[in-house]
């Protein structure tokens, strides 16, 4: 099969042929027909998320189900699915807890980038090619964990549905499920790539009446605006937190970082009102540390993470389908351009550049 392979962080990704074995047990294999590219993937291209390598990136993947190994149970030849992040293990204590977004096993596929054995699936000639999050959506087939493959409705175009694989899960979520954001209240979003785009239309759908979409870009603000911001701000002309406080009269009831950097970190903490909520959803360079002024943590202000939007894979892929057909969630919207695999590095400069909200590979 074909595939992007990353050999050195920095430098481009070069189109190889890959071979990849069957599926074993608890294991499918999936003919990718869509890959989304999102920034994580940019992150580690450019070494400021290290990763195991050689490696095939991706992991806003959908496809259908081609072989499926021993063992598995609800998924069958000729499904059609989503890959998900978590390979919801149901066996550890966070899965347990029905927290699947931190499954112990997650370890194994974000941090190493292997199947749950340890093993991979992938090679050219001797060599072990990693993929990352068992998924590795930059190539025509994966082997996927069976708890990694969300069957779906085959009546959905798969390269506008791959994205519920990442960012709009991870966007929707943190709005819905971490943030749980109420009627009524007010928010603010730093950063409108394809996850600050799906924060906004999570904080739209929960009914935020103030949203304030904030990027330096004029043309994300823009498809903010046409997906429900009311307010939007460009950090490089004004104070951005300033900008907020003065909007709300005080600060949001939540702030969202959709970054991954310090600073624009300590902005979302900065926006929020007392007994305000920031979000912190992008994925920071490995040992980032940022600064809080002690003092406001008498005003009852509070800082969390999340996890690919709390999300519950199995209860939450169907519920952004429903309101996709609903029209609540507008997925074709957020879709810069759909691209061949061999275009996959004019789109991480254009990802770099700052333009578009989303690419999206499809494959023949």
Known sequence: MKAAVLRKAGEPLTIEE???EGPKTGEVRVKMVASGICHSDYSMVHGIVPCPLPAILGHEGAGIVEEVGPGVEGLEVGDHVIAVLTPSCGECG????????????????????????????????GEDIYRMCAVGSFAEYAVIPQGAAIPIPKKY?????????CGVTTGVGAALNTAQVKPGSSVAIIGCGGVGLSILQ???IAGATTIIAIDPQQEKRDLATSLGATHTIDPSDVNPVREV???TKGGVHYAFEALGLRETMEQAYGMVRPSGLAVVVGVAKFGEEI??????????????????????????VPRFLDLYDRGEL???????????????????A???????????????
């Open 157 to 165: 175009d798969l390269a506008k549905v791959c994205l519920i694989g």
């Open 94 to 125: 966070m899965c347990g807890e029905g927290k699947p977004f931190l499954c112990r096993d997650m370890g194994k596929t974000m941090n190493e980038f292997t199947q749950l054995d340890g093993t991979v699936r992938t090679r050219i000639g």
């Open 291 to 316: 600064s809080l002024k002690a003092g406001t943590f008498l005003a009852e202000k509070k800082i969390t993470g999340s996890a690919y939007g709390s999300a519950v894979p199995k209860r939450d």
């Open 330 to 348: 507008k997925l074709d919207d957020m879709i810069t351009k759909e691209i061949e695999l061999a275009a996959i590095n004019d789109a991480f």
């Open 350 to 364: 254009e990802m770099g550049r700052g333009e578009g909200a989303r690419s999206v590979i499809r494959y023949a």
């Open 18 to 20: 890959v071979e990849i």
């Open 202 to 204: 999570g904080a739209r």
């Open 245 to 247: 406080r003065s909007t």
